[in-house]
């Protein structure tokens, strides 16, 4: 049995309307977290559509078993992640969909009672691995790269002015004592950028755990795979929904839904296209849609959530 798994879907509305989630239809919750979401898709497809729910956290995973077991026989959950969509959709025997979801924040549950580490809200082992099967935690990062490797990652993923103070201060701190938990490093942070320089509306230490959950997961790496071939799993004018919290998760999507719904990438002065790339997708969303004032002040953590959304062309193949 898990705790309850703490998370607030954001824009549950806008998703619903952007998907077109209609009775009988079938789509796919690429990251199920609580499955607020999922819900909400389930009772909008109902009776005869079906849902496929994907997590690569166990935890949401097992919340989500519970909580969707009324919609039983019209969904599917599986333990995996959302950058192996051709593999899993192949072996549910699915070759296309009416829409996909893919929500790239964070759950409640994972920075406060997941004990990984995701952030400084109480001290906890410094994990961050969404999937706590695989791949290395965040502690074998802090406490074996070099300064240069870890003044890189925390101004690329981070996007942090004070990256070299930052890694200088890891290094010199883990000679004495390796950094092996949540407040430890959020403090070391906090003293390696000056006082005057903290910011205002976040933690001093928010950017440099922002760079090491995305390092430690590979997120940007798994989007980019997600991304890549997802448009060959929808159906003609089908719906692909993703909600970024960060610029560079942002930045990833518009730009891959620009390249797909512009299709032909000859150079300019070419007099005519030889490539033979058609678009793909017509952008719903010229803008990111955003939560509303309402919404951000009952859960202030999706102040910085941003929906971008695409239809699949019917000329497609």
Known sequence: ??????????????????????????????????????????????????????????????????????????????????????????????????????????????????????????????????NPEEGEPAEALVNTLSEKELASLIARYGEERWARRIARSIVQVRRHKPIRSSLHLAEVVKRAIPAKYHPRRIHPATRTFQALRITVNQELEQLEIFLEGVVDFLNPRGRLCIISFHSLEDRVVKEHFRTLARGCDCPPDFPRCVCGKRPQVRILTKRPVRPDPAEVKVNPMVRSAKLRAAERLNGQR
């Open 1 to 130: 049995m898990v705790m309850r798994y703490l998370h607030i879907p954001v824009m549950v509305k806008e998703v619903i309307d952007y998907l077109d989630c209609l009775p009988g239809k079938t789509y796919v919750d690429a990251t199920l977290g609580g499955g607020g979401h999922a819900q909400s898709i389930l009772q909008a497809i109902g009776p005869d559509g079906f849902l496929i729910g994907i997590d690569q956290d166990p935890d949401a995973v097992a919340y989500a078993r519970q909580s969707l077991r009324e919609f039983e026989s019209n969904s599917e959950i599986v333990h995996d992640n959302f950058a192996n969509l051709a593999e899993i959709l192949s072996r549910l025997h699915t070759s296309r969909v009416d829409g996909i979801l893919l929500d790239l924040g964070l759950s409640l549950y994972q920075l406060k009672g997941s004990g990984r580490g995701f952030s400084f809200m109480q001290d906890e082992p410094l994990d961050m691995r969404m």
